[in-house]
């Protein structure tokens, strides 16, 4: 049982801490934007059993630490059949996961890709302008956003421990 709730715990600490490249969720856009600039990179994985085409739209952006962006992800179901899928995702270095907001994402969501459909999945977010201070982080010069997708119908929950 204590295994099983390890899980689900482990992934909120993440999320609170930045710890493992795990990017914070915000609701809101940051109020100030600094004219330091930083390039943000985007990558995109799919587990070796989905046969799914799944890129960013654009492979890196530079922008203002504290402006928000959105980016896009392509997503084209090549297979024959109906596929339903859901990513997790991270940001490298690690250190930077802890500034890096999101607004709005596709992830840990399951959507449904219907057979040769094409989806656009769009990324919002912004650099928290505390990057800059944190001696850590405060010379980093860019960054990777990574997502992978995974056919949520073979999802083994053994697999993870």
């Known amino acids: 049982m204590l295994a099983f709730a390890s899980v689900p715990l482990y992934n909120l600490f993440c999320k609170v801490t930045g710890y493992g490249g795990t990017p914070q969720v915000s609701e809101i856009p940051s109020s100030y934007i600094s004219d330091k600039k930083i390039k943000v990179r985007f990558n995109a994985d799919v587990s070796n059993k989905l046969k799914l085409y799944f890129q960013p739209v654009d492979r890196e952006i530079i922008t203002k630490i504290g402006k928000s962006n959105t980016v896009n992800y392509e997503v084209i179901n090549n297979t024959g059949k109906d596929i339903l899928i859901t ?58 956003l990574s997502y992978t997708f995974f056919n949520v119908n073979n999802i083994n929950v053994s697999n993870l421990y």
């Open 87 to 144: 990513s997790t995702y991270n940001v490298t270095p690690q250190k930077a996961g802890l500034y890096f907001n999101k607004l709005d994402c596709f992830c840990y969501e399951e959507r449904k890709v219907l057979a040769g459909q094409k989806i656009v999945l769009p990324v919002t977010f912004f650099i928290s302008p505390e990057i800059i201070d944190d001696p850590n982080t405060s010379e980093l010069k860019s960054l990777t």
